[in-house]
């Protein structure tokens, strides 16, 4: 499907939440930045996905 497909961003983000959840938010961070700079690429800013991933990242980092 290739790394800008919406399942692989979708992946990204849930491998991102899940590294949130297990209390590494040194990889989960980073990964949210990525993934939302690519949905916001790729999808739009007003996309759904871009939005889930902005605030997953809002939240890991609070």
Do not use: K, W
Not at 3 to 32: E, K
Not at 39 to 52: I, K, M, Y
């Amino acid at each position: 499907m290739g790394s800008d497909h919406p399942f692989t961003l979708t992946t990204r983000n849930n491998l991102a939440y899940a590294y949130q959840v297990a209390g590494d938010l040194g990889r989960a961070i980073p990964l949210y930045g990525a993934t939302l700079a690519d949905c916001e690429r790729v999808l739009s800013p007003q996309h759904p996905l871009t939005g889930t991933v902005q605030a997953n990242l809002e939240a890991a980092r609070r």
